[in-house]
């Protein structure tokens, strides 16, 4: 059916420019501004038909170049093979609406490219019965035509396809989210490098830190500034603004009064939204690098330690007090002091020893009891100059752990009650004097069966006045004398009773005996270095066996022809000193043993006054104030004997300190560097580093992203909105779009510093299609049905651009008829359609 026919069928109302418009997906009156400068097709000889009337072109007619939006070519038929447009362009490069004449190009003169002059076209089909098309929209022999198939070539289709305008149009905003994203994968990767780490050089990594915050916060913002102008377009299209509401939303990314707006909050939250977010985002600058601060932190390495000894009394059994073994320059020393049966011994240094030559015990050496005295009377092990220094390099702290075999005590308890009624085996003093049946608060017996020096009479040097044969027994170690230790312990509250008619004397105070025998002990003891200070922790002791394994026979004379009045039994289990390897380590022990006996032994009188007898007082095993012995007096008695024997440690020029690598090699006094002298330690120091508190760091940035990705989501809806043409708000914009001749009628006045009136400021305006009224008062792009049905296209020029409501709604009254508005969906503002689509998938 002809034009003419089908208006004669559809009467008045038969309107074949709305049909094909209403009909037509691609038309856009609102479309965004194309690219200027896609190069324009030369226009084939066109035919054309005048408003008037006119024979159409024949099927198959070249179609030419046309133009849409602020007055520059269109891209879309580049991009859309088979669309054809309607609007054309005048000789100013203006967009006119369709049927707008334009003036008469004489027929000899070149084509032109972008700026050629065209008047409105009308095409036809093939078929003569098929009606003309205005507008974008799909040839339906575009297929046909191809030169590549049906459906052309397969990068137009690509480029036809909406995800690729999406992408193609909105890259910027996408790479900028990426860009942050990755900024702050990376902030998170350079803080957990600094994690832990000495906070050397902190001003040039917080800096580093910073500028990564920065970077992220930058393409945030940019992700935000470019959604934020794809919305300002959507808003002022779908909303009717006042001037200084359209002025906030151009500014309100630079201007932040721009925010305080009753009409932008309600007429534009979404730009209102994105302007706040984009002022908000320079906190992450703040905020997030906070999440790498600097503290003391123990740094802990597992490594090793130089200077690290032991004990090794096996080193006792060469050690021969006629020869001067020095180590690094200094004189190896013994634990004990030895005489010999012969005058003038010094020479016989490879002499073997045999019944009328040998050496035997007579006393401790003064190293060992002066480092003994230094212990007892701290109550602590007496450390090494300088040993953490020595030990754990400088600036370090660290521990370790050795273990070794030296002498110890076992002791156990064998009564605890107030009288003491039952009879204890052994015991050495009468049970009652102990408070509070008696005055006393401590008794002690720690010699008997002590070694006793001189063995017989001596000369000078220490030799026996008497001649050979000796005496079987001369300088044989036949017992290690038992420590039986009586004390009271106060179980009141308060301070003790100080006599006997406290109401508290006989509930408060217990008497506790126990006994401890010397034994050879197997230790496990952790070193601890910190600073100048040493601390001690014995973790584990084994007690293997007894020092020297015999009964004291208390009360019974030895006749054995040395001043020695010990007897014990079997006889077979003494220390001989022609058995001198044994021997000496024995001797080692008991200097060892005798050095913390000498101290226990004696008694405390409690009441009626109070006095000492003995060295108990120089321990801290007495409270002086009281004058009663500690609690736990069993535990604190081999407490302080270990720590008499870690003390040796001290003096490393005893023979038996030793290398903890090497326990066979003595240590003397200077330090080693050789690696073979290392032992493995763990090294602690306390300096500021580096803390990444990886919670607060992703808190902020977690709200960041999600903040960004919604301004993402929100400007790929503008660009569903705008068609995926990209917008911005270039002065150039603004000015296209304010070229209305309209805007003249407002109320202007002349102001050399650009000052608006107040009354314009407060006038509505709306973005939309402008029309411009022809010769005879008819907008350009009204097209009417005339008597015969033929269109009817009257001469006008269309602005896209902003005007008061007035002239846009008679606008679309003329264009579309009435009855014909817009209509548009409440959510279009978050849907990925089109704006000027409606509900029902409609356009214009």
Same mark, same amino acid.
């Given at each position: 059916?002809?034009?003419?026919?089908?208006?004669?069928?559809?009467?008045?109302?038969?309107?074949?420019?709305?049909?094909?418009?209403?009909?037509?997906?691609?038309?856009?009156?609102?479309?965004?501004?194309?690219?200027?400068?896609?190069?324009?097709?030369?226009?084939?000889?066109?035919?054309?038909?005048?408003?008037?009337?006119?024979?159409?072109?024949?099927?198959?007619?070249?179609?030419?170049?046309?133009?849409?939006?602020?007055?520059?070519?269109?891209?879309?038929?580049?991009?859309?093979?088979?669309?054809?447009?309607?609007?054309?362009?005048?000789? &100013?490069?203006?967009?006119?609406?369709?049927?707008?004449?334009?003036?008469?190009?004489?027929?000899?003169?070149?084509?032109?490219?972008? &700026?050629?002059?065209?008047?409105?076209?009308?095409?036809?089909?093939?078929?003569?019965?098929?009606?003309?098309?205005?507008?974008?929209?799909?040839?339906?022999?575009?297929?046909?035509?191809?030169?590549?198939?049906?459906?052309?070539?397969?990068?137009?289709?690509?480029?036809?396809?909406?995800?690729?305008?999406?992408?193609?149009?909105?890259?910027?905003?996408?790479?900028?989210?990426?860009?942050?994203?990755?900024?702050?994968?990376?902030?998170?990767?350079?803080?957990?490098?600094?994690?832990?780490?000495?906070?050397?050089?902190?001003?040039?990594?917080?800096?580093?830190?910073?500028?990564?915050?920065?970077?992220?916060?930058?393409?945030?913002?940019?992700?935000?500034?470019?959604?934020?102008?794809?919305?300002?377009?959507?808003?002022?299209?779908?909303?009717?603004?006042?001037?200084?509401?359209?002025?906030?939303?151009?500014?309100?990314?630079?201007?932040?009064?721009?925010?305080?707006?009753?009409?932008?909050?309600?007429?534009?939250?979404?730009?209102?939204?994105?302007?706040?977010?984009?002022?908000? &985002?320079?906190?992450?600058?703040?905020?997030?690098?906070?999440?790498?601060?600097?503290?003391?932190?123990?740094?802990?390495?597992?490594?090793?330690?130089?200077?690290?000894?032991?004990?090794?009394?096996?080193?006792?059994?060469?050690?021969?007090?006629?020869?001067?073994?020095?180590?690094?320059?200094?004189?190896?020393?013994?634990?004990?002091?030895?005489?010999?049966?012969?005058?003038?011994?010094?020479?016989?240094?490879?002499?073997?020893?045999?019944?009328?030559?040998?050496?035997?015990?007579?006393?401790?050496?003064?190293?060992?009891?002066?480092?003994?005295?230094?212990?007892?009377?701290?109550?602590?092990?007496?450390?090494?100059?300088?040993?953490?220094?020595?030990?754990?390099?400088?600036?370090?702290?660290?521990?370790?752990?050795?273990?070794?075999?030296?002498?110890?005590?076992?002791?156990?308890?064998?009564?605890?009650?107030?009288?003491?009624?039952?009879?204890?085996?052994?015991?050495?003093?009468?049970?009652?004097?102990?408070?509070?049946?008696?005055?006393?608060?401590?008794?002690?017996?720690?010699?008997?069966?002590?070694?006793?020096?001189?063995?017989?009479?001596?000369?000078?040097?220490?030799?026996?006045?008497?001649?050979?044969?000796?005496?079987?027994?001369?300088?044989?170690?036949?017992?290690?004398?038992?420590?039986?230790?009586?004390?009271?312990?106060?179980?009141?509250?308060?301070?003790?009773?100080?006599?006997?008619?406290?109401?508290?004397?006989?509930?408060?105070?217990?008497?506790?005996?126990?006994?401890?025998?010397?034994?050879?002990?197997?230790?496990?003891?952790?070193?601890?270095?910190?600073?100048?200070?040493?601390?001690?922790?014995?973790?584990?002791?084994?007690?293997?066996?007894?020092?020297?394994?015999?009964?004291?026979?208390?009360?019974?004379?030895?006749?054995?022809?040395?001043?020695?009045?010990?007897?014990?039994?079997?006889?077979?289990?003494?220390?001989?000193?022609?058995?001198?390897?044994?021997?000496?380590?024995?001797?080692?022990?008991?200097?060892?043993?005798?050095?913390?006996?000498?101290?226990?032994?004696?008694?405390?009188?409690?009441?009626?006054?109070?006095?000492?007898?003995?060295?108990?007082?120089?321990?801290?095993?007495?409270?002086?104030?009281?004058?009663?012995?500690?609690?736990?007096?069993?535990?604190?008695?081999?407490?302080?004997?270990?720590?008499?024997?870690?003390?040796?440690?001290?003096?490393?020029?005893?023979?038996?300190?030793?290398?903890?690598?090497?326990?066979?090699?003595?240590?003397?006094?200077?330090?080693?560097?050789?690696?073979?002298?290392?032992?493995?330690?763990?090294?602690?120091?306390?300096?500021?580093?580096?803390?990444?508190?990886?919670?607060?760091?992703?808190?902020?940035?977690?709200?960041?992203?999600?903040?960004?990705?919604?301004?993402?989501?929100?400007?790929?809806?503008?660009?569903?909105?705008?068609?995926?043409?990209?917008?911005?708000?270039?002065?150039?914009?603004?000015?296209?779009?304010?070229?209305?001749?309209?805007?003249?009628?407002?109320?202007?006045?002349?102001?050399?510093?650009?000052?608006?009136?107040?009354?314009?400021?407060?006038?509505?305006?709306?973005?939309?299609?402008?029309?411009?009224?022809?010769?005879?008062?008819?907008?350009?792009?009204?097209?009417?049905?005339?008597?015969?049905?033929?269109?009817?296209?009257?001469?006008?020029?269309?602005?896209?651009?902003?005007?008061?409501?007035?002239?846009?709604?008679?606008?679309?009254?003329?264009?579309?008829?009435?009855?014909?508005?817009?209509?548009?969906?409440?959510?279009?503002?978050?849907?990925?359609?089109?704006?000027?689509?409606?509900?029902?998938?409609?356009?214009?």
């Amino acid at each position: 059916m002809d034009p003419h026919s089908a208006a004669q069928a559809g009467g008045d109302d038969y309107d074949p420019f709305l049909q094909h418009v209403e009909q037509s997906p691609r038309w856009d009156p609102l479309a965004a501004t194309p690219d200027v400068d896609l190069p324009a097709s030369p226009p084939q000889p066109p035919r054309v038909a005048f408003a008037s009337g006119g024979p159409y072109p024949p099927a198959g007619a070249d179609t030419p170049s046309s133009s849409v939006g602020l007055g520059i070519e269109s891209a879309d038929q580049a991009r859309f093979p088979g669309y054809h447009a309607i609007v054309s362009r005048d000789s &100013f490069q203006q967009d006119s609406a369709p049927g707008t004449p334009s003036a008469p190009q004489p027929a000899n003169e070149p084509s032109k490219s972008t &700026f050629q002059t065209f008047q409105r076209q009308e095409y036809t089909l093939s078929s003569p019965d098929t009606a003309p098309y205005y507008g974008y929209y799909p040839h339906p022999h575009g297929d046909a035509v191809s030169p590549n198939g049906p459906r052309g070539p397969r990068w137009a289709r690509l480029t036809r396809s909406r995800a690729w305008m999406m992408l193609s149009g909105g890259w910027p905003m996408y790479i900028t989210f990426l860009l942050g994203f990755g900024f702050a994968v990376g902030h998170h990767g350079f803080y957990s490098r600094l994690d832990g780490k000495p906070a050397d050089d902190q001003i040039r990594m917080m800096r580093f830190g910073n500028l990564l915050s920065y970077a992220a916060k930058a393409s945030f913002v940019a992700t935000v500034m470019f959604s934020y102008r794809q919305q300002v377009w959507v808003t002022a299209i779908r909303n009717v603004l006042r001037l200084r509401t359209i002025d906030g939303l151009f500014a309100a990314l630079e201007e932040p009064v721009a925010l305080f707006n009753w009409e932008f909050l309600k007429k534009a939250p979404v730009n209102f939204s994105l302007a706040v977010l984009a002022w908000l &985002f320079p906190l992450v600058v703040i905020l997030i690098p906070a999440a790498l601060t600097v503290a003391p932190l123990t740094e802990t390495v597992d490594g090793q330690c130089f200077g690290v000894r032991t004990l090794n009394f096996d080193a006792e059994k060469s050690k021969n007090w006629r020869t001067t073994d020095r180590i690094n320059g200094y004189r190896s020393i013994s634990l004990s002091y030895y005489n010999s049966t012969v005058s003038n011994s010094d020479s016989m240094v490879d002499t073997p020893f045999n019944d009328t030559f040998f050496d035997y015990w007579t006393g401790i050496s003064n190293q060992l009891d002066l480092v003994s005295a230094r212990s007892v009377l701290t109550g602590a092990v007496v450390p090494r100059r300088d040993v953490a220094l020595e030990t754990c390099g400088a600036g370090w702290n660290c521990s370790y752990t050795i273990s070794f075999q030296a002498p110890g005590y076992k002791c156990d308890e064998k009564a605890r009650n107030q009288s003491l009624d039952a009879d204890i085996p052994g015991l050495p003093f009468d049970r009652s004097l102990l408070s509070p049946v008696g005055n006393y608060s401590y008794v002690a017996k720690t010699m008997l069966g002590e070694y006793y020096s001189p063995q017989v009479d001596v000369q000078i040097g220490g030799a026996p006045k008497s001649k050979p044969p000796y005496p079987h027994n001369l300088g044989a170690f036949r017992t290690e004398p038992e420590l039986w230790i009586g004390y009271v312990e106060y179980k009141g509250p308060g301070r003790p009773p100080e006599n006997r008619s406290s109401e508290n004397w006989n509930t408060s105070l217990e008497a506790v005996i126990f006994r401890c025998d010397h034994y050879l002990t197997n230790y496990t003891v952790q070193f601890n270095h910190t600073y100048s200070q040493q601390a001690t922790t014995v973790l584990k002791r084994d007690y293997l066996r007894p020092i020297i394994n015999t009964t004291y026979i208390p009360d019974k004379n030895a006749n054995d022809g040395t001043l020695d009045n010990t007897t014990a039994v079997p006889e077979s289990n003494f220390v001989f000193p022609i058995d001198f390897e044994n021997y000496r380590v024995t001797a080692a022990y008991h200097s060892l043993g005798l050095t913390m006996r000498r101290y226990l032994d004696g008694n405390v009188q409690y009441v009626p006054f109070a006095m000492i007898a003995g060295d108990l007082a120089k321990t801290a095993l007495l409270d002086t104030e009281s004058y009663l012995p500690v609690p736990g007096l069993m535990e604190q008695v081999q407490l302080l004997y270990e720590n008499i024997t870690l003390s040796l440690l001290s003096y490393p020029q005893f023979v038996v300190v030793a290398w903890a690598a090497l326990p066979t090699n003595h240590s003397g006094v200077s330090n080693s560097t050789d690696p073979a002298l290392a032992y493995p330690c763990v090294r602690t120091r306390v300096a500021n580093a580096y803390v990444f508190n990886r919670r607060d760091l992703w808190l902020f940035y977690a709200i960041a992203i999600a903040l960004a990705f919604a301004a993402v989501v929100l400007g790929t809806a503008a660009l569903g909105q705008n068609d995926f043409h990209v917008r911005d708000t270039h002065v150039s914009s603004v000015v296209a779009a304010t070229r209305a001749p309209c805007l003249d009628g407002l109320p202007w006045k002349a102001s050399k510093w650009g000052e608006v009136p107040r009354e314009i400021l407060d006038t509505p305006l709306g973005y939309g299609i402008v029309a411009e009224p022809g010769p005879n008062g008819t907008p350009a792009a009204t097209a009417m049905a005339g008597a015969l049905g033929s269109p009817v296209v009257v001469s006008g020029k269309v602005y896209y651009g902003f005007a008061p409501k007035e002239v846009l709604e008679r606008t679309r009254v003329a264009t579309f008829g009435p009855g014909r508005h817009q209509r548009r969906s409440r959510f279009s503002a978050w849907s990925f359609k089109p704006w000027h689509r409606d509900e029902g998938g409609q356009g214009f």
